[in-house]
């Protein structure tokens, strides 16, 4: 486990298999050990849990970050029904979760959020794109 203090203060643990989706604290483990905390400016905890999510099922299904290729994911894609129901959020969530999986360098995710909203907004008028993403 290891521990990583939010923005808020709140202070979440992680289990090592799950740190090894995440590049970034994988690295920062690697660099600095598991005893300490480790502060992720960038991340709220409901975004954290929503990744956690989705890292847990990738894990239950014996997955390993390195056996998906963000490549798959392209035109013909089509999400299987848990990952097309966790992808089903309100915007201004997936776009945290995008983000914090940036900043967290998930690649996988990050191009699956990528194709869940292009397809959102695929086709739509620069208006709608605009309402869709909520700006």
Known sequence: MISILLPDETIVDIPLVDV????????MVEDLG??????????DLKTLQKIAVWIKHQTSK?????????????????PDPWTADWLNMNMPLLLKVYKASDYLEI?????????????????????????????
Do not use: C, H
């Open 20 to 27: 090894r989706w995440m590049e970034t604290l994988d690295k």
């Open 107 to 135: 690649p996988y995710l990050i191009d699956l959020i990528s194709w869940a909203i292009a397809k959102k907004i695929n086709g739509k008028t620069p208006e709608q794109t605009l309402e869709i993403l909520e700006f």
């Open 34 to 43: 598991t005893k300490i905390q480790i502060p992720l400016e960038n991340v």
């Open 62 to 78: 014996d997955l390993k970050p390195e056996n998906l290729n963000p490549k798959d994911i392209d035109g013909k894609f089509e």
